[in-house]
């Protein structure tokens, strides 16, 4: 299969990533957000009197164009590492490979950062910790994808020592259960949340930081599969004579 083709199929299924990603934040964080904001308007006006410049439609209308952009994005480069670990991951056909893939990045990108520097609404959040919180996301995404290589290297170390496979893939497990672990007992602890906020409207926005996430991260795995699996068949067919 031509690079090329991969990388077109790559965009492609990180476009419709984006509109998955788009819509679930329409439908389903955006409301949660809402909600974070009445809080935040509730607050004595001395504590966060400030001049609108951009309203919240336009908010919105951005952070649905960035997801489309972001998956377009996220797609080519879904489809880089594809090409270039393709041959060493697990499955026996390609679309098992990408769906391996895709949850690989979900976990690494996503689950395992949302352990370390769980998601907010705008109610919540020093101000004056955003650059500790974001260098703790990247490093949490570093040490994830630097896990993930270690338990792929694990795995194939123990198939030439260990007959059984679900010997292998249970010490493989326990040891990537203790690698989190120890990740998260050396990170600091999150933010504390005020007072104000219902905890209901901290987990609300947590998993629907999350199913956004999942949405965008599910379509790219399942149509970039797709398109693969169906350019595989295309080559093999018998040309008829």
């Known amino acids: 299969m031509r690079f090329s ?3 077109r199929h790559g965009a492609l299924a990180g476009a419709v990533a984006g509109v998955s990603a788009a819509s679930v934040l329409w439908l389903v964080v955006e409301p949660v957000i ?5 809080v935040e308007d509730a607050r004595p006006s001395h504590e966060h009197a400030h001049e609108e410049l951009v309203t919240r439609g336009q908010q919105v209308v951005a952070g649905i164009l960035t997801a489309g952009i972001v998956g377009v994005l996220f797609g080519v480069a879904f489809a880089v590492v594809f090409a270039k670990a393709r041959h060493r991951l697990p499955g026996r056909t390609d679309q098992g490979r ?17 352990l370390t520097v769980p998601a907010n609404p705008p109610s919540v ?4 910790t955003v ?9 949490t995404i570093l040490v994830g994808a630097l896990l993930a290589g270690l338990l792929f290297a694990a795995d194939r170390w123990l198939g030439g020592r260990v007959g059984r496979d679900a010997v292998r893939r249970t010490a493989v497990v326990l040891l990537g259960a203790a690698a989190v672990t120890a990740l998260l007992v050396v990170m600091p602890a999150p933010d504390p ?12 926005f947590r ?9 965008m991260w599910g379509a790219l795995g399942l149509v970039f599969g797709l398109l693969v699996d169906q350019e595989e068949a295309t080559v093999r067919e ?4």
């Not at 650059?131 to 490093?139: A, D, G, N, Q, S």
């Not at 949340?193 to 609300?204: E, M, N």
């Not at 018998?238 to 004579?241: D, F, R």
């Open 5 to 7: 083709h991969l990388l």
């Open 34 to 38: 809402r909600r974070a904001l009445a």
């Open 98 to 114: 990408v769906a391996v893939l895709a949850a690989i990045g979900y976990a690494v990108f996503i689950l395992l950062p949302a």
């Open 125 to 128: 959040g020093d101000p004056d």
């Open 131 to 139: 650059t500790r919180r974001t260098l703790l996301y990247l490093l």
């Open 193 to 204: 949340i005020p007072g104000d906020v219902p905890a209901a409207l901290i987990w609300d």
């Open 207 to 215: 998993m629907a930081s999350l199913a956004q996430l999942a949405a």
């Open 238 to 241: 018998p040309v008829a004579v």
